[in-house]
């Protein structure tokens, strides 16, 4: 297995020749280990309603020019059904932490999808309360996504403003998740202000000792009017140390991902082909990525959920991006995944 210092090596690897060699290397053990499919995980984002403040976020509480949404439970099963009509195997919902998203709304509508589509069911709505994890697992979701963002404790803490005393990090709550049958899914943002090659490194090794199921990880992209876009002189490390947040350095991550976790689910995220809208995803997909997440959020509330800029699928409709989706699949010669797409290491508790 690769240790943090071997993966550091690569991390700051620039030799185009090492890099490919790197990039293929990942592409063997993706091949060999999930194989060709390409699973692909509607995603629904349902509120941008958020009590957190974390410094990088666009949805984080307190941004007066943001108009908040929540999406109706019934305009979820549409996406359902969109989802299942185009032979997605997976729903994601996401959300800003919303408390207004309560367990009973959240059972009802995981019940649902499960009722009348069978989709498995992500989640991704930030840290919840035990007893609220156990309800939605017991409602029907299968997997939960919560990325550490940083393993580095001062970092982690500086970028996420504690709501109360004592408040827990979120690296303390993916093997409790795991107890609860979920799927465990996390990852970080590459090169926030402040992040170095040590520290990312050290990330990256940390996939492999949680045996994640799925890893998700794309480039920070500043979004003006955030703390850490504002002011990220106050962050950033000197040049040799601080990891830039440029597409070349997430596919090295990448890949690395999918060194130590062979068998993770590891989707070419939306920051990728916000950058590299041309080739940003089908470059994930050749270098460890074996997921997609195309954006079903219907399309007045797109806009809103700001996370950061230009959020590459705000331009596209649901069906355009699947129209998109299949091309982009035959010209890779990658089949569209059939079924849940679990992850094979997940044994049931
Ligand atoms: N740039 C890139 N990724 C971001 N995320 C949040 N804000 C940004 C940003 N400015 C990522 C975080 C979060 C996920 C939902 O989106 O990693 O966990």
């Known amino acids: 297995m690769l240790g943090a210092r071997e993966i550091e090596a690569w991390l700051r690897e620039s030799d185009p020749a090492r890099l490919a060699e790197l990039f293929a290397e990942a ?21 941008n309603h958020c009590v ?12 007066a020019s943001l108009a908040r949404y929540r999406i109706q439970p019934d305009e979820v099963i549409e996406c359902a059904r969109f989802a299942r009509e185009q032979g997605y195997g997976t729903l994601v919902m996401q959300a800003g932490e919303d408390p207004a998203l309560s367990v ?49 404790r001062e970092l982690f803490s500086r970028i996420h403003p504690m709501p109360e005393e004592g408040a827990t990090h979120r690296l303390a709550l993916l093997p409790l998740l795991r107890e609860l049958g979920y799927e465990a899914g996390s990852g ?6 402040g992040q170095s090659y040590a520290s990312l490194a050290a990330d990256i090794a940390l996939f492999g000792e949680l045996e994640l199921h799925m890893i998700g990880l794309g480039p920070y992209i500043p979004q003006p009017g955030t703390p850490l876009a504002d002011r ?3 962050f950033a490390l000197p040049e040799g140390e601080q990891v830039p947040n440029d597409t070349e350095t ?13 068998e993770a689910n590891i989707p070419a995220t939306t920051a990728f082909a916000t950058l590299d809208p041309a080739a940003g995803r089908r470059l ?20 809103l959920y700001a996370i950061y800029p230009d959020k590459a699928a705000s331009r596209e409709d649901a ?28 044994v049931a508790p």
Not at 188 to 193: E, K, W
């Open 27 to 47: 592409d063997r053990v993706r091949a060999a280990n999930v194989g060709d499919a390409v699973h692909v995980r509607g995603l629904v984002e349902l509120s």
């Open 52 to 63: 957190r403040a974390c410094l990088y976020c666009g949805i984080r509480r307190g941004i």
């Open 104 to 152: 009973s709304w959240l059972v009802d509508v995981i019940e649902r999808i499960k009722a009348e589509t069978g989709l498995a069911v992500t989640l991704s709505l930030g840290e919840r309360p035990l007893h609220e994890l156990r309800a939605l697992r017991a409602a029907g979701a299968d997997r939960y996504l919560l990325r550490f963002e940083t393993s580095d």
């Open 250 to 262: 997430g596919f090295k991550a990448l890949a690395l991902a999918r060194l130590v976790r062979p």
């Open 188 to 193: 970080v943002m590459v090169g926030i202000p």
């Open 284 to 303: 994930g997909l050749e270098r460890g990525a074996n997921v997609v997440m195309p954006n079903l959020t219907p399309e007045r509330y797109r806009r």
């Open 232 to 234: 990220a002189e106050e």
């Open 319 to 346: 069906r355009a991006s699947a129209a998109t989706l299949t091309r982009q699949l035959t010209e890779l010669g990658r089949p569209q995944g059939s079924g849940a797409g679990n992850c094979a290491s997940y």
